[in-house]
Nanobody
Framework: QVQLVESGGGLVQAGGSLRLSCASSGLALDTYAIAWYRQAPGKEREGVSCITKFGIDTKYYSDFAKGRFTVSRDIAKNLVFLQLNSLKPEDTAVYYC??????????????WGQGTQVTVSS
């Protein structure tokens, strides 16, 4: 059950930027909390950011993301973005979006995408 699709990943140099998108044809994303996670090879999946459902729109960021990453919505296009700025090699990972009723632990999200690769070179 893959109902979310991430895009926008790629290869950038340290200090560069990328904008990731989370899209769905089957879900109205504004009715869900949308979280971003990432997983590097051999590492556990870790939370990056979360935005609560439209009408509340509280945003959360992990410490490593604060001041560099920004989560936002485009309601009309049914998209959620994760803007990645000032990228570091340690940001290299597969980035996933997930949808659920609230911002919560990763195991409690109802839908996940297949991920998009972000690679940051030094």
């Amino acid at each position: 059950q893959v109902q979310l699709v991430e895009s926008g990943g790629g290869l950038v140099q340290a200090g560069g930027s990328l904008r990731l998108s989370c899209a769905s044809s089957g879900l109205a994303l504004d009715t869900y909390a949308i979280a971003w996670y990432r997983q590097a090879p051999g590492k556990e999946r870790e939370g990056v950011s979360c935005i609560t459902k439209f009408g509340i729109d509280t945003k959360y960021y992990s410490d490593f993301a604060k001041g560099r990453f920004t989560v936002s919505r485009d309601i009309a296009k049914n998209l959620v973005f994760l803007q990645l700025n000032s990228l570091k090699p340690e940001d290299t990972a597969v980035y996933y979006c997930a949808a659920g009723v609230i911002c919560q632990r990763s195991g409690d999200y109802d839908y996940w995408g297949q991920g998009t690769q972000v690679t940051v070179s030094s």
